[in-house]
Structures are given as structure tokens and as C-alpha cells.
């Protein structure tokens, strides 16, 4: 259920100050998780493009027209009614109130060829921080209409990401403002909630998630992982009620099953597969889907989330009869993200899985990358921790 923002909220500001007359044309929305950047953007673009010229260009992108869907497409149609938004997924439109707005993925350079054509009127964007530079700029471009402008919500990455250096930095020069937003802006949340949502954030993703800031992704990628809290060695005596599989595969490099079971609120991983082919031999493609199908034993797991660029090796195990197998997705950040916010809710253990374990300690950040404002681990000793992405990027 939607409610309008207080008077006093920094969304309520966000949606008078950015719909009066002024040279600006980038309004970019920065903070904290559940602050209400999307509240306060998307009730502006109610009011902005319903007010508006019925035929006028307009655009909304996100990282995918799935992640669109979900943080704002659904929201927008729970706000206004399912009359006055009508989603066309399958043409890659909406209809809000009567005006036509295009849909656009921008998590990769594809997106520059839906962009660098038309000029735009009004473009929302959410998740900016993870397009392509290039979509962004050129988006920026094309906003040669009188009036136009450009809405964009995000949290923050590290302080050498494009978007801080080139936009927010230069606010004064590029003509946009920067409106940033802490988790205590939400008056809709409880004390009691907001004191639980931090604790689930710890190191790098507290830095940024909860209080805003652009931190440098450096030193241990989940700086939460304790031994002794998260590593088990005898799994609940009650039943599990789920069963999820996560595949890394690597033709030289080592293959990794892990198996990840919840009992009740919580998630252990609670065996792993691991074959390292430069000690023990090469193994075929059938070899290693038998491996898979003895692995998973008689239960039915609910999917198997498998290394997508491993065409083959899914190929082969669907010709085996493995049923329940996905192309994994393969976000690196969120899915880094999702595990450390998990090992610091304590909704994720790990059991018999002896190589997981020692990744999770070893896993760090690569400075290089980091100095050119990229988040990227360094790509070493990552076998099992792919594997478990996968599951938990499938879960959440």
C-alpha cells in the first residue's frame, strides 16, 4: 500500500523542488536501502509525465527490464491502478496515463543502440551506478528538448565509480543536483526495523547501503565470516524443507557442486563436489554430469544453478535426464552482496564443505580494479564461492 510522503520528508522535497522551473536537468538520487529514493522518484514521474505532452518521448531503464519491473514498473502499478499503468513487457512499453513510455535494460553496451537514436523528453533511471558509462552519457545527450530532464535513483559504489566523478562531483557543471538519503529519512519504517535492517550490513555494504557513502571496495569481500560462527559441524536434526544446487564448472581449472539446504529461516551449505584437473586429470563432460547426478542424490533439488558459459556441460546434463537446471545469473556484485548480508543476518552457515570455507576467508578485493572504480575480487581461488552465487542469486 502506497502513502503520499510527509511535508517535511526529503522525497516529498525531491517531488515539489524538482517539478519547478530551474536550468536543471539530471536529478540524481543517491543513499541508503529503503530511504525512499523510489518513493519520491516515481511519485515525481506520476506527476511529471501525467502532466505532461501526451505524445512526448520518454524512457525508463534499469539494469534489466526485470530488475525494472520489480523495483518500479509493479510499484508504479500498485500506486496508480492497473488502468492507468499498463505494462506491455513483450513490446517493451508502458502506458502511463495515456502516454507512451519505452523500456530498456542498460546493464551492457547493447543498450547504446536503443539509445543513441531518439532525442527523450523525461528518462527515469533506476540502479544508474551499474550501466555502462557510455549508455549514460549518451542518454545524457539526447535530452535536447526544451524542458527535458532525467531523474536517476542509486546506492552508492565505490568513490572512483564514473557516475561520482563525472556527475555527482561536477554537479555545478553537468547542471544536476545530488539529493542524498539515509535509511532515518523513511518516516514509514519502525525504529525497531531500521535497527534490524543495519545489523544485516556489515564492512564495505554498511558503508554504502546503510550510511550512503561511496567506499572504496578494499581488504576481505565478506569481512563478516567468522569460523566460529558461521562454520558448523553437524547439520539440525529437524528436516530440511529445501534443496537448491550451484555449479561452477572448469574445463582446466577446478569444477565445484555445492548443495545448499534450509532448515527452517536458515540456509547451510551442506556438501560440496570439487575436482581439480590439473591434480587429478582432465574429466569429459559426461563424466562430470554423472558426477552432478550422483551428487544430487534421490531428493529433487528446486533448481540447479549452473556457470551460464558452460553451454556444454548443461547441454550434457540435461541428455543425462537432470532435471530443474538454470543458466545461472551471474551478477558478481549483487550476488557478493546478498552472501555477506546474509553471513551477517546469520540466515547463511556453512557444513561439510571444506574448500568453501577456506574461500570465504581468503576472498579480497582487487585494489587495481578498485582505483579505477570497478568492484571486482580479485579472481583467484573463487571456485566454490561462483557456485554458491549462484544458488543465492537465485533465491533472492
Known amino acids: ?125 533506476d540502479e544508474a551506478v551499474t550501466y555502462p558509462f557510455e549508455v549514460f552519457n549518451m542518454l545524457v545527450s539526447r535530452l535536447s528538448l526544451p524542458g527535458s530532464k532525467l531523474w536517476a535513483t542509486m546506492n552508492p559504489a565505490g568513490p572512483n565509480a564514473w557516475m561520482k566523478k563525472l556527475f555527482i562531483d561536477r554537479a555545478d557543471e553537468v547542471r544536476a543536483r545530488v539529493w542524498q538519503f539515509q535509511l532515518d529519512d523513511n518516516s514509514f519504517l519502525s525504529d525497531d526495523y531500521k535497527t534490524w535492517l543495519k545489523s544485516t550490513y556489515t564492512g564495505l555494504w554498511k558503508k554504502r547501503m546503510i550510511s550512503g557513502e561511496w567506499a572504496i571496495a578494499e581488504g576481505a569481500v565478506f569481512s563478516s565470516f567468522d569460523p566460529e560462527l558461521h562454520a558448523i559441524k553437524a547439520l539440525p536434526k529437524e528436516p530440511m524443507d529445501q534443496m537448491r544446487i550451484g555449479c561452477d564448472y572448469g574445463s582446466i581449472n577446478p569444477t565445484c557442486f555445492i548443495k545448499l539446504c534450509r532448515y527452517k529461516h536458515k540456509w547451510i551449505a551442506t556438501e560440496e563436489f570439487w575436482h581439480n584437473s590439473r591434480e ?65 543476518a546469520g540466515t547463511l552457515v556453512i557444513g561439510d564443505c571444506p574448500h568453501l570455507l577456506e574461500e570465504m576467508g581468503s576472498y579480497v578485493w582487487d585494489d587495481k580494479a578498485a582505483a579505477q572504480g570497478i568492484d571486482k575480487p580479485v579472481k583467484s581461488d573463487d571456485h566454490a564461492i561462483d557456485a554458491l552465487r549462484y544458488i543465492i542469486n537465485a533465491i533472492y
Open 1 to 125: 500500500m502506497w502513502h503520499l510522503p510527509p511535508d517535511d520528508s526529503k522525497a516529498a522535497s525531491v517531488w515539489i523542488e524538482s517539478l519547478e522551473e530551474s536550468d536543471i536537468k539530471l536529478e540524481l538520487l543517491s543513499g541508503a536501502v529503503r530511504s525512499t529514493k523510489t518513493v519520491g522518484s516515481l511519485i515525481t514521474w506520476v506527476d511529471r509525465v501525467s502532466s505532461g505532452p501526451k505524445n512526448a518521448p520518454r524512457a525508463m531503464l534499469g539494469n534489466t527490464e526485470r530488475t525494472l519491473l520489480r523495483n518500479c514498473l509493479y510499484p508504479l502499478q500498485e500506486f496508480v491502478g492497473s488502468k492507468n499503468c499498463r505494462i506491455n513487457t513483450g513490446m517493451g512499453e508502458i502506458n502511463l496515463f495515456g502516454r507512451k513510455i519505452f523500456l530498456i535494460g542498460a546493464n551492457n553496451l547493447a543498450a547504446l543502440a536503443k539509445v543513441q537514436g531518439p532525442t527523450f523528453l523525461d528518462v527515469y533511471c
Open 280 to 344: 587429478k586429470g582432465q574429466k569429459t563432460n559426461s563424466q562430470y554430469a554423472a558426477a552432478l547426478k550422483e551428487f544430487i542424490g534421490p531428493l529433487h533439488p528446486t533448481s540447479i544453478e549452473i556457470d551460464p558459459s558452460a553451454a556444454a556441460f548443461i547441454f550434457e546434463c540435461r541428455k543425462a535426464g537432470i532435471r530443474g537446471i538454470h543458466g545461472a545469473d551471474n551478477d558478481v556484485g549483487g550476488g557478493l552482496q546478498k552472501i555477506a548480508q546474509s553471513l551477517a
